[in-house]
């Protein structure tokens, strides 16, 4: 491929599919912001992806292609990624949760931006260690497949020595009255250390966790600093518009 554009879109898709198995050619269409021709062409020069049933996959996956774990929202995600990488500056200590907007988030600092990064999560190390300006810890312990957690097998984690100046944290609902939730109790352990270790509580999450809920409680919308979200929120959860975050 000649034209650094061109380069940049596949530097771009090869990113987003270290956070999920494909992603549709109308999706990347959205998420670029160029025509689904143009992504057409630009997958002929590369030998890393290819495009199969209207997905864009990696090719190394080829084999395994089976839509049995199709990520959603894929859109969604980027622009709530894209708003909350703005709030990253130079010299920042930054927790960074689990998830697929953690990992949208990831993709989309500037690789100008010297920063240290404490990471629980395997998707989102992986999209961080490219970048040569950001320092990583690693959170210890054991993996858990399904969600690409690290949880601590000791009394002690790093999460217990290192104050941050951010800390990023996703949630899968967002209710009025049962607060945010996730799936996993561990998952929810340890966004609950994270925000009491940092300075600034930051929560992200796309307009679909809406008035979901699920089963492990993280805590209360009020305990954030700053919310992230890429529709506005409905006026009955009573949220300071100070407190929401728009770029």
């Not at 990992?103 to 999560?121: G, M, R, V, Y």
């Not at 699920?214 to 805590?219: F, K, R, V």
Request: glycine share 4%; net charge positive; proline share 1%.
């Amino acid at each position: 491929m000649n034209n650094t554009k061109g380069n940049y879109r596949i530097k771009k898709l090869e990113l987003l599919l270290k956070q999920v198995d494909k992603i549709h050619l109308r999706e990347a269409s959205a998420i670029l912001n160029v025509s689904e021709m143009t992504i057409r062409r630009d997958l002929v020069s590369t030998k890393s992806m290819s495009l199969l049933g209207g997905y864009i996959v990696n090719e190394i996956k080829n084999n395994y292609f089976l839509l049995e774990q199709q990520d959603k929202n894929v859109v969604e995600k980027m622009e709530v990624g894209k708003m909350a990488s703005a709030l990253i500056e130079d010299g920042d200590v930054i927790f960074f949760d689990c998830g697929t907007t953690i990992a949208s988030l990831a993709s989309q600092i500037s690789d100008e931006i010297k920063f240290t990064a404490i990471c629980c999560s395997i998707n989102t190390f992986m999209i961080l260690q490219e970048k040569i300006n950001c320092n990583i810890l690693l959170c210890g312990g054991h993996y858990l497949r399904d969600n690409s957690l690290i949880t601590s097998i000791q009394n002690h984690s790093i999460l217990d020595s290192v104050c941050t100046t951010k800390a990023f944290i996703a949630t899968s609902g967002v209710d009025k009255q049962h607060g945010l939730t996730c799936f996993r109790f561990s998952e929810a352990q340890i966004k609950q250390k994270a925000m009491a270790k940092t300075q600034k509580k930051i929560l992200i999450f796309d307009h679909t966790k809406l008035k979901q809920v699920h089963s492990a409680y993280i805590g209360q919308l009020d305990e954030f600093d700053l919310i992230v979200c890429n529709r506005p929120i409905p006026e009955d959860f009573r949220i300071p518009s100070e407190r929401i975050w728009r770029k």
